[in-house]
Each structure stands twice: as structure tokens, then as C-alpha cells.
């Protein structure tokens, strides 16, 4: 069965530059989670999107953009970074009727971000 | 503000023996509660969803329980293995649409 795909999986990026993280979620899902997971601690809400607009946004600097495009892919944007920036990045994907029915949400295998 | 914990941080018990992991949130106004398993350096792997109007689930040597009223959940796993050893979060889905982690369980199972 598909799943969720993450790109890439690993990414080494200098302070101060720009990079982008792509999250392709499981056909037919409409709705896409973003979460960080710093070295050792638990995943920490980003932002979401439902049938590609912002649904909630969590703990997202303000130098991090991101944005669901019409095949339901989701990209994270993220500029200036910092050296604390350095992280698992997870995205998550579910039909937006999943909460209500108790479908499991999938998680990608996440993209590493190291900077430095 | 709904607020995930997870007791105990850290967990060594020796091959064999059955082990239960607890899980506690503040606010009872949830869709689902989730256990995942997360290997080190690597992604979340979903163990087992428990509806919020369900008690429990049961997959192989795991099972889950759901007391939404007391906000806990416990999960408990039979006859641990050495392959068993890996960080276990809870997460708890909130009716505000967000997801809620508690900061895992990291078990060590001695063989």
C-alpha cells in the first residue's frame, strides 16, 4: 500500500540558507500534518492543511512557510536557518473525515535536517 | 491546553517479562488516542488508534486501553522481546484538530 513520501530524506544545509522539504501524502488524503522532532524530544506541531488551505498552525517560526498544492502535496519552506533548526521533520497525511471515523493517521519516514 | 505525559521516561525490564506503559492527557475532549513505536533515527510507526468512544484495542502482544473520563491510557505489552526495545509515544488527537505527543517511553528490553 502507498504511504506517505517524504523528500528528500536527508539534508545538510549551511546557517543562513534556504531549504525545502516535500511531503506527498497517501492518494485520496486531503488533509496534511507538518511536525518537528528535535534530538531527543517528542514531535512539536508545525502547521496543517485540508484540502489546501492553512487549517491550524502550531509552532512554526516565522521564517518557515509552507503550502498544499492541488495534488494534495505539501511543501515546507524554510529560510534563514539556524543551527537550531537541525531536526526530524514528519509529515502526516489523513482524509479529513478520518478523525470522525477513527482512521489512523500516517506518518512519513521524515526528512533529517541537519545545519551547520 | 491539552497536555500529554507519559510515565516512565525511561524503562529496562528483562526479556520475557510483560510491561505496561502509561500515558496521560488533561483534556478529556478527544477524537482518538494513538501509540506509536519510533525506532532510533527513524520515522513513527503506528501501533494501535483507540476511538474515543472505545475502551480498548488489542494487536498481537500489544493491547490499549482508553479512560477518557480519567484521561489515561495504558499500554501493555505481553511477553516483551529484544525487538521490542524502541521509544513508544502516545498521541492524542484533540478535538481542536491537533495532535498532541507526550514525550515517549524509552524501553530497553534485556535479553
Known amino acids: 500500500a502507498a504511504g506517505v513520501i517524504q523528500s528528500p530524506r536527508h539534508l545538510i544545509k549551511e546557517k543562513r540558507e534556504t531549504a525545502t522539504l516535500k511531503c506527498y501524502p497517501i492518494?485520496?488524503?486531503?488533509?496534511v500534518y507538518w511536525y518537528q522532532q528535535g534530538p531527543g524530544q517528542d514531535p512539536q506541531f508545525l502547521i496543517s492543511?485540508?484540502?489546501?488551505?492553512?487549517?491550524d498552525k502550531g509552532s512554526i517560526p516565522d521564517r518557515f512557510s509552507a503550502q498544499q498544492f492541488s495534488d494534495y502535496h505539501s511543501e515546507l519552506n524554510m529560510s534563514s536557518l539556524e543551527l537550531g533548526d537541525s531536526a526530524l521533520y514528519f509529515c502526516?497525511?489523513?482524509?479529513?473525515?478520518?478523525?470522525?471515523?477513527?482512521?489512523?493517521?500516517?506518518f512519513g519516514e521524515g526528512s533529517w535536517l541537519t545545519v551547520v | 491546553k491539552q497536555e500529554v505525559t507519559q510515565i516512565p521516561a525511561a524503562l529496562s525490564v528483562p526479556e520475557g517479562e510483560n510491561l505496561v506503559l502509561n500515558c496521560s492527557f488533561t483534556?478529556?475532549?478527544?477524537?482518538?488516542l494513538q501509540w506509536f513505536r519510533q525506532d532510533p533515527g527513524k520515522g513513527l510507526t503506528s501501533l494501535l488508534l483507540?476511538?474515543?468512544?472505545?475502551r480498548e484495542q488489542t494487536s498481537g502482544r500489544l493491547n490499549a486501553s482508553l479512560d477518557k473520563s480519567s484521561g489515561r491510557s495504558t499500554l501493555y505489552i505481553a511477553a516483551s522481546q529484544p525487538g521490542d526495545s524502541a521509544t513508544y509515544l502516545c498521541?492524542?488527537?484533540?478535538?481542536?484538530?491537533?495532535?498532541?505527543f507526550g514525550k515517549g517511553t524509552r524501553l530497553h528490553i534485556l535479553p
Open positions: 502526516a497525511s489523513m482524509p479529513m473525515w478520518g478523525r470522525l471515523s477513527g482512521n489512523t493517521i500516517y
Open positions: 492518494p485520496r488524503h486531503d488533509t
Open positions: 492543511f485540508y484540502e489546501k488551505m492553512q487549517s
Open positions: 483534556d478529556s475532549a478527544i477524537y482518538n
Open positions: 483507540i476511538q474515543s468512544s472505545q
Open positions: 498521541a492524542v488527537w484533540h478535538r481542536d484538530d491537533k495532535i498532541i
